[in-house]
């Protein structure tokens, strides 16, 4: 049996990325899925991977509103209940302190911080029911500390670890395991206005492996976290980002202190 079959998993940002290949592994493995983003059309891929669609249901909305994360919700119980929320839905933010605006500071904080509030308590009556629950919420090294231009996204991301180390402690006596990657840089639509830019290789000589990730390596993690050969991983914030968090930005890791 594998890890993932007869369970079922709510991935939010399941369009593109790293959502959508969380999804793609989860089917994989023999488990079924809600995929959840903005538009139907943009999870139209799932014809390939289910096309008889018995293992998926598609949810369109915005998961800053309470009411895709109840359609999510039930959605899976007709898939045969709700095992697993993968919370990754998230957009960047860019802007000083200054020059930001607010509109924008609000849509920041909702799509990567309120959304996984909402998504955790529209879940939390059909996980107790489970077996083995848990959820997973893509965070961000960018949650860990801070970058230039970035606050809002920092903010937000540093405001969804501290709301798992929270929940972790709430949920446990439950039995729900609830647990944060943490990527670096990843190659997806989400980074693709950077990946023909000079700020590519600025990121790269951050990174000890040398390399950016791809959205395979985060899903990877997410989907081991979600599933229950981690049982005993709770409250946990998970780097997945060749090291990028290990430094203490004194240095580049590819600067002339390395060179041998
Ligand atoms: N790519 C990176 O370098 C990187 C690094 C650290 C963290 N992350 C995080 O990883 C997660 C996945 O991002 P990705 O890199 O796969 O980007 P992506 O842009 O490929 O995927 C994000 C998906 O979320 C969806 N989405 C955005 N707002 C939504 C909303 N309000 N309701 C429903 N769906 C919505 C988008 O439509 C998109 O399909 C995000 O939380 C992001 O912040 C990404």
Redesign the pocket.
Known sequence: MSDWSGRVAIV??A?????RSAVKRILTQGGSAVA???SAS?LDWLDQDDPAGRRTRRVAG???EEATNVRAVEAAAALGGLHAMLL????PGMGTLESLDMTTFDRVLA??LR?VVLGVRAGLPALREASAPSIVV?A???GLGGDPGMWAYNAAKGGVVKFLRAAALELGRDGIRINAVC????H????RAVQNSPIHEELRRHIPLGRWGE?EEVAAVLTFLASPIASFINGAIVPVDGGVSAGSAQFTPWGPLSDR
């Open positions: 939010t940002g369009a593109s990325g790293i959502g959840v983003d903005l943009a915005d998961v800053t990754n839905a998230g957009i799509v990567n959304a893509t961000s090294v960018s990527p670096g840089p990843i997806t639509e989400m980074t959205a």
